[in-house]
């Protein structure tokens, strides 16, 4: 689904350490580091993604991990892998089995 | 064949008819009762659950080693082996228990290692747990801190 349409999208791989604010119109996928805040339609995390800054997004879901702070204006989904800490904004929220959240949870 | 077909009949309807008498009655009505029974049981804890109804409202401290099913208000300190709040379910105060599954409403504190929210749940308060699972659309505020 991602690959038919890049326009618009981040995708960072892994072993990539991305530092600096990013405004991402579609989807953000991270499997690397991005140090910053990053905002976009959508974040994917990857297994091997971390992401140390503010996320910003409609949807997120999470495999890897997020810090300090994550709003998802529509959908947030912790996996059983991913791991998500300091403070959660959220519309409606699923954390899988053995997803880990460390931090304080706000409804939107 | 054919010349066998008679001898086999006779047989299987003379068992039949023997072992009729003793299917009919005492099984169907005997088993789904048990095995429900034992499957409930089994799953949770063997000894029986305190029930706390829809429309009973207990304001005090609750301590059981076993398992405790809230469909009605409880005000104050819960402490329990595993605990359901139904979906009529209210808690308003601690949760202190090893098992805890919220389909109602849970305002205050919750400590466990597993915690269980529904879809339709709402938990409000600061929420230590070990290993968590949130249904798609449990409605959540407060502190999580992970053991």
Do not use: W
């Not at chain 1, 994550?70 to 991913?82: H, K, M, P």
């Not at chain 2, 068992?15 to 299917?23: D, G, I, L, T, V």
């Not at chain 2, 009655?25 to 789904?32: D, F, L, M, S």
């Not at chain 2, 099913?69 to 601690?94: F, M, P, Q, R, Y």
């Amino acid at each position: 689904m991602v690959e038919a349409n890049q326009s618009g999208c981040l995708f960072v791989g892994e072993g990539v350490v991305l530092k600096g604010n990013f405004a991402v119109p579609d989807i953000a996928s991270v499997s690397g580091v991005v140090e910053g805040d990053l905002s976009a339609k959508q974040v994917i995390v990857e297994s091997t993604g971390l992401i140390r800054g503010k996320v910003t997004a409609e949807s997120v879901d999470i495999r890897g991990e997020v810090a300090e702070q994550l709003t998802a204006s529509r959908s947030l989904i912790i996996r059983s892998s991913g791991k998500v800490g300091g403070s959660v904004h959220y519309a409606e929220i699923e954390i899988e089995k053995g997803g880990s959240l460390h931090g304080d949870l706000h409804l939107i | 064949m054919f010349s066998k077909k008679p001898n086999d009949s006779e047989d299987n309807s003379s068992a039949n008819s023997q072992n009729q008498y003793p299917e009919y009655t005492p099984e169907p009505a005997a088993e789904p009762e048990q095995s429900v029974y034992e499957g409930a049981s089994n799953r949770i804890n063997p000894t029986k659950p305190s029930i706390i109804s829809e429309g009973f409202e207990f304001v005090g401290t609750i301590t059981s080693d076993g398992v405790l099913n809230i469909s009605g208000v409880i005000k104050g300190k819960v402490t329990a082996k595993s605990v359901l709040v139904d979906s009529t379910g209210l808690v308003e105060g601690e949760l202190f228990s090893d098992q805890v599954m919220v389909k109602g409403k849970v305002l205050g504190d919750i400590n466990c290692d597993e915690l269980n929210i529904g879809p339709l749940a709402e938990v409000d308060g600061s929420v230590s747990y070990d290993s968590v699972h949130i249904q798609r659309g449990g409605k959540i505020k407060g502190h999580f801190i992970k053991k």
